[in-house]
């Protein structure tokens, strides 16, 4: 592998990465061109810019990556944006293991009021909260649980408190699995099996995969989150930010103004059915953004004048 900088007149630092052997499995699938850009901006609005100037926000697949962004920062203790983020509104069926979105209006499935809101950044399991709203809660908490039976579509409300991989691993020795929610019939038919039942809460089988997501879809496993990050600090931390000074990770509320990193496809081969692929991606993308209305904290941004003011006054994530 062979890397060199590139410094930048327009407030960007450029790390061009060159595959010479035909690449490792470690990285990426394609030559990147790598930006630090010197702009303070929301999440959202850096991925637009990354989006119509460049391919993408980047993604960190290992190692090897994370140093290289940590080599073309300036050291100061400040944050950047990168591509992670985490949709608390991306949730998986345990029997069938599909990714569907659940979001505050959806038609049968009703979130309680607050919810989900993976609060001490731990609930990626979803319990019914009084029979019909749900609730997301730690998947190693104990309740009793629900399971469904397909050979003859009934649903088994089981009494013991398991949690929710305890309960999942029952439902499938003994039944089907934990039930979902597939439409109103299926609703009402649980509604009618929890009735009278004084259960405050019952595991379902609804469950997702945190910080899981990359603004490029593509999927990488690699993780270097700083002591006690993510924390999901008031409920309201979604995105993933670089730590200039560590290269650590840690999450921030979407709406802080940071710099941020993106990368450029460099196969030139590929270029025109890149783009055009990584457009029919952002079309069905989700805003990571979208639907939290909670108040960024008053202490963590600091509004400049000017959008390319000098990185000491970029805002620093608590």
């Known amino acids: 592998m062979s890397c060199f900088t590139i410094p930048r007149m327009d407030g960007r630092c450029s790390l061009f990465i060159l595959l010479l052997s035909g690449g490792l499995s470690t990285l990426p699938p394609h030559s990147r061109e790598y930006h630090f850009v010197n702009q303070l901006m929301t999440w959202t609005e850096a991925q637009s810019y990354c989006r119509e100037h460049f391919t993408d926000f980047v993604t960190i697949y290992n190692s090897n990556i994370n140093q290289l962004l940590f080599s073309m920062s300036p050291r100061i203790n400040a944050f950047a944006w990168k591509g992670l983020y985490d949709d608390p509104y991306s949730w998986k069926s345990s029997m069938e293991g599909k990714l569907f979105y659940v979001g505050s209006t959806h038609e049968f499935l009703i979130w309680a009021n607050g919810q989900p809101n993976n609060e001490n950044t731990n609930e990626y399991c979803v319990a019914l909260q009084g029979q ?57 038919n649980i509604t009618l099996t929890l009735n009278g039942s004084g259960v405050q809460y019952v595991w379902i089988g609804l469950y997702r995969d945190p910080w899981a997501f990359w603004s490029d879809n ?39 103004r940071l710099s941020f990193f993106l990368f450029q496809s460099s196969d030139k081969a590929n270029s025109a059915e890149n783009e055009a692929s990584v457009r029919g991606r952002h079309a069905q993308h989700r805003d990571p953004a979208a639907g939290f209305t909670a108040a960024v ?22």
Not at 156 to 183: F, G, K
Not at 232 to 247: D, K, P, R, T, V
Not at 299 to 306: M, N, Q
Request: glycine share 4%; charged share 20%.
């Open 132 to 188: 019909t709203q749900m609730n997301d809660r730690p998947c190693g908490s104990s309740y009793p649980f629900l399971c469904y039976n397909a050979k003859n579509t009934s649903y088994i409300l089981v009494m013991e408190n398991y949690t929710w991989s305890a309960a999942q691993s029952y439902c499938r020795t003994y039944h089907t699995d934990l039930t979902s929610i597939r439409s109103k019939e299926e609703k009402s």
């Open 218 to 256: 593509t999927t990488s496993t690699f993780t270097n989150w700083w002591s006690s990050q993510p924390d999901n600090f008031n409920s309201i931390e979604y995105c993933g930010a670089f730590n200039l000074m560590s290269a650590e990770w840690a999450d921030g509320f979407c709406g802080l």
């Open 297 to 318: 904290r008053p202490h963590a941004v600091r509004r400049t004048d000017r959008l390319q003011d000098s990185l000491e006054e970029s805002p620093e994530l608590p």
